[in-house]
């Protein structure tokens, strides 16, 4: 570690330790710098990825009203956060496919009411036929009964 990154953690340091004790500066790579004695601008994400990073998440848990200087219980938090975020996103997944499982057993559903609406056309036009039959038989048989018993 070089000794501007070192004087720029120590720096997001005193920040984190301000906001802890209810200070509302934020917490931004301008600020740092400017705590640390360095120029606006002096923290630049291409040179210093990791302690960007770091000060983006002290931000984040200064807004969060989380802010530790224990990086024991940020760790924590980070690890408790992390799994419900991976739990959201299961979920979101499994309930992607359960949608997609309800609309094809809504098209099976579909698809059997379609069918049972046909069946029950063809039991109709079945049973008019029969009336018709059974209409013609007994006219038959009215014709072939002998008169007169």
Do not use: W
């Amino acid at each position: 570690m070089t000794k501007f990154e070192k004087e720029c953690y120590e720096a997001l340091k005193r920040l984190k330790n301000a906001a802890k004790e209810g200070g509302k500066k934020r917490i931004t790579r301008e600020t740092v710098g400017a705590e640390a004695g360095k120029n606006s601008g002096a923290i630049r994400p291409i040179r210093h990825p990791e302690l960007c990073e770091a000060i983006q998440q002290a931000e984040a848990d200064r807004k969060a009203g989380i802010l530790s200087v224990n990086t024991d219980e940020q760790a924590a938090y980070r690890e408790t956060v992390d799994g419900q975020k991976n739990l959201i996103n299961k979920l979101k997944k499994e309930n992607l496919t359960l949608g997609i499982k309800l609309d094809k057993q809504a098209e099976v559903i579909l698809n059997l009411l379609h069918e049972i609406n046909e069946l029950e056309d063809d039991l109709s036009s079945c049973e008019e036929d029969l009336q018709k039959a059974n209409t013609r038989i007994e006219t038959l048989m009215e014709k072939v009964k002998p008169r007169g018993i």
